[in-house]
């Protein structure tokens, strides 16, 4: 046996040790998901992971990293149109800055009610924001529901746009945010999601905006204890994979891992609609004080110079705004 110095046998070792723990599977595919076990996006991302590894013998392996641990959603979608993520499940509010089009979508009180967004989204409208997110990378699938968000803080109930008065919110990362809190008489943060728990605590910020699921899983609810419902946003989410990712794969794969995220979509969908009432329960049981907002129009009417400054500079967009609102 002919002898080998010691960095060749370190070499040899070295490549060994890689072909015994080489996946067995062609490609393996990572998923950015920002939310724990057990929230329905996460169950539902989870279910496609295994549905893709099924339905294609292994030839697609995927694995989805919770809890935001692979960064914030802006880095995401960053990372995942440069292939560096496969696959995610990304709201569409912090896309604006990425793929103006989608800014639309963060007009406050676009949307009526969660049902016509999905009514808007599913159908060809719902085509022509995938059509420009996929120029910039991002090939979305099927979308997700996000309910509807509220304002939340640690110091009083919101019933009319002056008890927003000097409140400190956090926002995403989207300037129409920082606008629209601007309108209503506070002062918007924009920060990652993973920094608003420690910010409410130590009084950094005074509240926040989410969806009730939200709300409760961040465990912002335990010192935010007011919830008060004026329904300003209506964000679809997305599942989404890279383009680069995508453009790789023959047409028969493309087929399995698309039917397999429209049955996700399905599935979280109907998690979403038990987790809203689950979580809205569960933060009342808590202690939280959840008031409803009377008069929804004062907050409405607040936000008429903002659609009438995105309409100036973007009028490109003004017919799918019209769309949007004329679609029941
Ligand atoms: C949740 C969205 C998530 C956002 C988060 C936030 O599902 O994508 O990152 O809000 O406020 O409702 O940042």
């Known amino acids: 046996m002919q002898f080998m110095t010691p960095i060749r046998a370190a070499m040899a070792a070295a490549v060994a040790a890689v072909a015994l723990t080489a996946p067995v599977h062609a490609d393996t595919w990572r998923g950015w998901n920002i939310h724990p076990k057990g929230y329905p996006n996460t169950t539902a991302i989870e279910k496609f992971a295994t549905d893709v590894d099924k339905a294609t013998d292994g030839k697609l392996s ?49 949307f009526k009610s969660p049902e016509q967004m999905h009514h808007v989204m599913d159908g060809p409208i719902g085509k ?11 090939v979305v699938l099927s979308w997700y529901d996000g309910g509807s968000r509220s304002f939340y803080n640690t110091k009083h109930p919101i019933e009319t746009p002056a008890d927003m008065k000097g409140l400190k919110l956090r926002v995403m990362n989207n300037d129409l945010y920082v606008q629209m ?25 005074d509240g926040a905006e989410n969806n009730f699921p939200s709300y409760d899983s961040s465990n912002h609810y335990e010192v935010a204890k007011y919830y008060s419902v004026d329904d300003h946003l209506i964000l679809p989410e997305c599942l989404c994979i890279s383009k680069k990712a995508w453009d ?21 969908r109907k998690l979403w ?14 202690g939280v004080k959840v008031n409803t907002v009377k008069d929804k129009a004062a907050f409405q009417d607040a936000m008429k110079p903002i659609y009438a400054k995105f309409e100036t500079e973007h009028p490109e967009f003004k017919k799918v705004i019209e769309q949007i609102q004329a679609t029941e």
């Open 181 to 205: 809190v601007a309108q209503l008489g506070g002062n918007a943060t924009p920060m990652a999601y993973g920094e608003v728990y420690q910010a409410l605590k130590t009084g950094v910020i």
């Open 273 to 286: 609609a038990e987790d809203v009432k689950k979580s809205e329960a569960q933060v009342k049981a808590s």
């Open 62 to 110: 995927l694995k989805v990293y919770n809890g935001g641990i692979l960064g914030d959603q802006s880095d995401a979608i960053e990372q995942l149109r440069a292939g560096a993520l496969e696959f995610a499940n990304f709201n569409l509010g912090p896309m604006g800055p990425v793929v103006p089009m989608t800014d639309v979508l963060s007009l406050p009180y676009l």
């Open 248 to 268: 790789k794969l023959d047409p028969a794969l493309q087929d399995e891992v698309r039917k397999a995220a429209i049955a996700s979509a399905d599935d979280q």
């Open 128 to 138: 022509e924001f995938a059509a420009a997110m996929e120029k910039k990378g991002i």
